[in-house]
């Protein structure tokens, strides 16, 4: 039976399968806000790293948001429990003036970019989160009420780059995410530890809270976190099989321009390819090219179908999209950087820089971050 199917509280033996691989890592940072999943994060991992002698150094981190009177206490009391635990414990603040709207995403942004920081003080190179199989399920579920595409319900990943972060030195781990909530409340139990309670967590003004609420009824059909989350899996086999016929024709037929001006020209071959493989080569051109941000799922269909359209009807085609042109002629495909948009009186037009793309769905290696 494996780690994902068992019931009660994670022994130390499925710790050790959970946690496998970090003994060798330069450093590893455990956030901890103190709710029930990230405190049994806290407790196993300080059990796993105790039971090994000049393993990494482990820092638990609380990002105060700032967002409740109570939150200041909540990371007293992780620090107790860390100090409990024997684990260095810190305490990081997001200051300054909070969103009006879409103060969740502005609060997990601005956490990671904390816990980034905090990795950085000690030189780690593993930050690791307590996200369970039930957290997976929700997330398949709010990318499917956004439309999201393959790449986006394909979940989250159990090993990540850091949102934001530069370069991949530093990864993002989720141990836990084949792993039921259940499991950690029992482990909290028999441990006898206590956690904190965020009213956030039940205010159906949240979308996250919404899908929750909707998961006895689901589970009554069949459709709980287990198969919500074998789906994500199986999702994310497809996408990364996609991805790599993607890149392997990129690599061969693509002429690519680099430079200040970039340029992709594709040969006629890529009419003959699938319609998935062709939208995700439009998307690399266009994120080579444009110099307006993330391209829109939706409207990257629409280019592509009406790509398809001319080449069967032998005509040309000029359309622009997120700052970069398409042309389709008897040369074939090419994509180049658009003329800067103007202003009446002469001023450039500024490129929305928003990341999700107002709820776009995210591709690969498209200039997209994935929804999380």
Known sequence: MSIADRLGPISDAEADVLFAGLEHARGIVLAVSGGPDSTALLWLAARWRHARPGGPAVIAVTVDHALRPESRDEAAAVKRIAKACGIAHRTVRWSGVKPGTGVQKAAREARYRLLAAAAGRIDADHILTAHTRDDQAETLLMRMSRGSGLAGLAGMARAAPVPGADGDALVLLRPFLDVAKARLMATLREAGIGHADDPSNRD????????????????????????????ARRLRRADAAIEAVAAAWWA???????????????????????AEIQLRLLGRGIALCGNEGPVELGKLETLQEAVTAATAAESPLRRTLAGAVVTLDRKGLRVDRAPVRRLPGGKPVRASRDPLNHGASPLPHCGQTALE
């Open 204 to 231: 159906p003004r949240f979308a996250r809270v919404r899908m929750r609420a909707l998961m006895p009824a689901l589970e009554q059909e069949g459709l709980g976190s287990a198969r919500l989350a074998q789906l």
């Open 252 to 274: 061969s037929h693509a002429r690519v321009h680099a430079g200040d001006v970039p340029a992709v020209a594709f040969d006629t071959t890529i009419a003959a390819l699938p």
